[in-house]
């Protein structure tokens, strides 16, 4: 009752304008987004979902900017213009647009950009392993010749990606005054990370404990302490950046409030940085039947991930004031299989889990079409994925003889399927963890779980919370985790996800997947620019993790969204989350919604 209270309490605000079917819609200068969870966190370096990642966006800029028609990473934004590259890879050399400003009014300068580096870098600080392994391979970036709006990034080797994931991805530039207000950055240095990150050894062996150890700078420790403070994830006072909006309000469990930031100028005058709302609004509803009556009653704007079957339901015709549509973003859905247990340790018991699941049927039944089988973490549409990994099928009498090859049979005569490990007989028995509030995952899982119970595999299902799920992920604290990852809109660099080093720290190699073949192949791909070369190794890493099962993937899902039409300007594209509310003109606001604000 609480929610729906506080539900209608956002309608109403601003004037009103006609719409499809003669109702009245808001004319308010915002645009209201459902999200289903609880953000985590809002600082650009120690948050990993993908919600925190599109409101961060709103807030923090980069030195590059991806262009969504061609979703390649070749708009200069906080820099003048592209990067000077050396022909070795090793340098890049930028100058900085003059007269940015974050939203409080200081001026960016390279100062912030070396900041900024120099805090992701830190290893000791392990909310930001799962971004950091990105930036692993630059060695230091200082000032050109002492000039403030010059900088030079020195590579300790190359990285094909390093314009796209360094400069137009994981490097937001955060203001050093407020996030390093006793300057703790400023007392270590490039050598004394570098004494961990590069002469470390194998990069698989520096887990947490192992760096704990380590004779390291005390400013290291201090500031990756301070880093992590809840705070500086949630406050307003800290979450300032130079992009068109601020934090206003984090209302917890209810919502979040971005207002313009007064400093913002478009930079370069770029379309792309044209904004129309005043206000962007982020409304948790926790219940997709909740979410879907708030929309229909005009109360939000935008849902822009709307399960499938809610989506299906969503008739245009007798709401003629909703329109929807579906996109493709390159997302794959997985189960993360905790390899550390030993019931998913052997690869034929993978192989068997996998034929268990029967992808057309839940496709079909569950997802209502809005889905691909996928046996491949690369997009099916990008040149580098390997086409010929055959689609897995089901086939329970081959998982069961698959089982069976493996030690799994039912020795006790219970009806589940056991083995004997370290002279102690186990059962195979396990749980399924997913996040809380999103029905299709658990009722996927549900059929998966009784398909599996039909070969004497006893499987749970268990739902917790985001942030507790996202914990647990992250501390190999599951058994199996259902999930999905978004892939990058340009050429897949799977290092984050599946090399052996990304298990350790937190990082986001959930299964702890370790092959040296594919960690072999996974650093080659990342320092090759021959594109011929690199297509080869692609392919050859994806099939080396198709046998391996390192993971069960599943499908690649469209995008179904639906919105309120009260918006012109409306576009989808490519580049995740495959819109940008931002640019939205609210039909009948003041001045027709667009607004620049001057820094003067």
Same mark, same amino acid.
Request: a neutral charge; glycine letters at 6%; one cysteine or more.
């Given at each position: 009752?609480?929610l729906i209270?506080?539900? @209608?309490? *956002?309608?109403?605000?601003g004037?009103?304008g006609?719409?499809?079917?003669g109702?009245?819609?808001?004319?308010s200068n915002?645009v209201?987004q459902?999200?289903?969870?609880e953000?985590?966190r @809002?600082n650009p370096?120690n948050?990993?979902?993908?919600d925190?990642?599109? =409101?961060?966006?709103e807030i923090?800029?980069?030195?590059l900017?991806i262009d969504p028609k061609?979703?390649?990473v070749?708009?200069?934004?906080?820099a003048e213009?592209?990067p000077?590259?050396?022909?070795?890879?090793?340098?890049?050399d930028f100058?900085?647009?003059?007269g940015v400003?974050?939203?409080d009014?200081q001026?960016?300068t390279g100062?912030?950009v070396i900041?900024?580096?120099?805090s992701?870098k830190?290893?000791l600080?392990?909310?930001?392993?799962?971004?950091?392994?990105?930036?692993? &391979?630059v060695h230091s970036?200082e000032?050109?010749?002492?000039?403030?709006?010059r900088v030079?990034f020195?590579m300790?080797?190359?990285y094909f990606l390093a314009?796209?994931q360094?400069?137009g991805?994981? *490097?937001f530039?955060?203001?050093?005054?407020?996030?390093? #207000?006793k300057?703790?950055?400023d007392k270590f240095?490039w050598d004394d990370?570098?004494?961990? %990150?590069?002469? &470390?050894?194998?990069p698989?062996?520096l887990?947490? +404990?192992k760096?704990a150890?380590?004779?390291?700078?005390?400013?290291m420790k201090?500031?990756a302490?301070?880093m992590?403070k809840?705070?500086?994830?949630?406050?307003p006072?800290y979450i300032?950046g130079?992009?068109?909006y601020?934090l206003a309000l984090?209302?917890t469990?209810?919502?979040i409030?971005l207002?313009r930031n #007064?400093? /913002?100028?478009?930079?370069?005058?770029?379309?792309?940085?044209?904004?129309?709302p005043?206000?962007?609004?982020y409304k948790?509803?926790?219940?997709?039947?909740?979410?879907?009556t +708030?929309l229909?009653a005009?109360?939000?704007d935008? $849902? /822009?991930? @709307?399960?499938p079957?809610?989506f299906v339901k969503?008739d245009?015709t007798?709401?003629?004031?909703?329109?929807k549509t579906?996109?493709p973003?390159?997302?794959?859905?997985?189960?993360n299989?905790?390899l550390?247990?030993? /019931?998913?340790s052997?690869?034929? =018991?993978?192989w068997a889990?996998?034929?268990?699941i029967?992808r057309e049927?839940i496709?079909?039944?569950?997802?209502?079409g809005? +889905?691909? #089988?996928?046996?491949?973490?690369?997009?099916f549409w990008?040149?580098? /994925?390997?086409?010929?990994?055959?689609? $897995?099928t089901?086939?329970v009498e081959?998982?069961?003889?698959?089982?069976?090859?493996?030690g799994?049979?039912d020795?006790d005569?219970?009806?589940i399927l056991?083995?004997? $490990?370290?002279?102690k007989?186990?059962?195979f028995?396990?749980?399924f @963890?997913?996040?809380a509030?999103?029905?299709?995952?658990?009722?996927?899982l549900l059929i998966?779980?009784e398909a599996?119970?039909?070969?004497g %595999?006893d499987a749970?299902?268990?739902?917790t919370?985001?942030a507790?799920?996202l914990d647990?992920c992250?501390d190999h604290n599951f058994?199996?985790?259902?999930?999905a990852?978004?892939n990058?809109p340009?050429e897949?660099?799977?290092? !984050?996800?599946?090399?052996?080093s !990304?298990?350790?720290?937190?990082?986001?190699?959930?299964?702890?997947?370790?092959?040296?073949?594919?960690?072999?192949l996974?650093?080659?791909i990342? &320092?090759?620019f021959d594109e011929?070369k690199?297509?080869?190794? !692609?392919?050859e890493f994806?099939? =080396?993790?198709?046998e391996? !099962?390192?993971?069960?993937l599943?499908?690649?899902?469209?995008n179904?969204a =639906?919105w309120?039409d009260?918006f012109?300007?409306?576009?989808?594209?490519?580049?995740?989350p495959g819109?940008?509310?931002?640019?939205?003109? %609210?039909r009948g606001?003041?001045g027709g919604g667009k607004?620049?604000v001057?820094?003067?």
């Amino acid at each position: 009752m609480i929610l729906i209270t506080s539900l @209608l309490m *956002l309608s109403g605000c601003g004037g009103k304008g006609s719409s499809p079917g003669g109702v009245q819609l808001s004319t308010s200068n915002r645009v209201v987004q459902h999200v289903l969870n609880e953000l985590e966190r @809002l600082n650009p370096q120690n948050s990993t979902g993908a919600d925190e990642t599109y =409101v961060e966006e709103e807030i923090y800029e980069r030195l590059l900017r991806i262009d969504p028609k061609t979703s390649e990473v070749t708009i200069p934004w906080l820099a003048e213009s592209m990067p000077i590259e050396s022909p070795d890879h090793l340098t890049y050399d930028f100058t900085l647009r003059k007269g940015v400003k974050f939203a409080d009014g200081q001026e960016l300068t390279g100062a912030d950009v070396i900041f900024s580096l120099k805090s992701l870098k830190n290893p000791l600080s392990t909310y930001s392993a799962q971004k950091r392994n990105y930036v692993d &391979g630059v060695h230091s970036c200082e000032l050109i010749d002492g000039d403030p709006y010059r900088v030079r990034f020195k590579m300790s080797k190359p990285y094909f990606l390093a314009k796209e994931q360094v400069f137009g991805d994981n *490097l937001f530039i955060l203001p050093k005054h407020i996030f390093d #207000p006793k300057g703790l950055t400023d007392k270590f240095s490039w050598d004394d990370i570098a004494a961990i %990150i590069e002469k &470390g050894g194998n990069p698989a062996n520096l887990d947490s +404990a192992k760096i704990a150890k380590l004779k390291t700078n005390p400013a290291m420790k201090e500031f990756a302490e301070w880093m992590v403070k809840p705070e500086l994830g949630r406050e307003p006072k800290y979450i300032q950046g130079s992009g068109p909006y601020k934090l206003a309000l984090w209302s917890t469990n209810d919502r979040i409030i971005l207002d313009r930031n #007064p400093y /913002y100028e478009n930079k370069g005058n770029s379309p792309l940085g044209i904004v129309y709302p005043d206000t962007l609004m982020y409304k948790l509803i926790a219940d997709w039947n909740a979410a879907v009556t +708030a929309l229909k009653a005009r109360d939000i704007d935008l $849902i /822009y991930f @709307l399960q499938p079957p809610y989506f299906v339901k969503i008739d245009t015709t007798i709401q003629p004031f909703l329109k929807k549509t579906t996109f493709p973003l390159g997302s794959y859905v997985l189960i993360n299989w905790n390899l550390e247990k030993p /019931y998913f340790s052997d690869v034929k =018991v993978r192989w068997a889990l996998a034929h268990l699941i029967d992808r057309e049927t839940i496709i079909k039944k569950v997802l209502f079409g809005l +889905a691909k #089988p996928t046996q491949s973490p690369t997009p099916f549409w990008r040149k580098e /994925y390997n086409k010929d990994l055959p689609l $897995i099928t089901y086939d329970v009498e081959l998982a069961k003889r698959m089982l069976d090859s493996a030690g799994w049979k039912d020795h006790d005569g219970d009806g589940i399927l056991d083995k004997e $490990i370290n002279g102690k007989l186990v059962p195979f028995r396990f749980a399924f @963890l997913t996040n809380a509030g999103n029905e299709v995952r658990k009722n996927v899982l549900l059929i998966i779980a009784e398909a599996m119970r039909k070969v004497g %595999i006893d499987a749970d299902v268990q739902q917790t919370e985001w942030a507790i799920f996202l914990d647990r992920c992250r501390d190999h604290n599951f058994d199996a985790a259902y999930g999905a990852w978004q892939n990058d809109p340009y050429e897949t660099d799977n290092y !984050q996800l599946y090399h052996s080093s !990304q298990a350790k720290n937190r990082g986001s190699n959930y299964s702890s997947y370790a092959s040296p073949r594919a960690d072999h192949l996974l650093e080659a791909i990342r &320092g090759e620019f021959d594109e011929v070369k690199r297509m080869e190794l !692609q392919k050859e890493f994806q099939k =080396v993790f198709y046998e391996d !099962q390192g993971n069960c993937l599943l499908w690649v899902p469209e995008n179904p969204a =639906v919105w309120v039409d009260r918006f012109d300007n409306v576009s989808w594209n490519p580049v995740r989350p495959g819109f940008n509310q931002a640019w939205w003109k %609210i039909r009948g606001a003041s001045g027709g919604g667009k607004k620049q604000v001057s820094a003067n």
